[in-house]
């Protein structure tokens, strides 16, 4: 399992979202593990794997979000060039 800080997990969420609200439904769904102080979260696989489809777990959203950017970066160079 990978281990994150709560820096970490909240610098990727911010990406998407406001990150507090979804790293607080994630552990009290008991798919992120945290120490009591907060400061460490782990992914629970055991209840990841419980209720995510396999194929489903397989996506990367980092490479999805990196796709998103660059078609982003390329429909504004089209547009430029327009």
Known sequence: ??????TDVEKL???LVNGGPI???????RCVQRKEK??????NQAMIN?????????VEPQLIYRA???????????AGAV
């Open 1 to 6: 399992m990978q281990r994150a800080t709560k």
């Open 13 to 15: 969420l911010r990406r």
């Open 23 to 29: 790293r607080r439904y994630l552990v009290d769904r």
């Open 38 to 43: 907060g400061t460490n979260y782990r992914a």
């Open 50 to 58: 419980a209720v995510i489809e396999p194929e489903a777990r397989s």
């Open 68 to 78: 998103v950017q660059e078609e982003r970066r390329q429909r504004k160079r089209a």
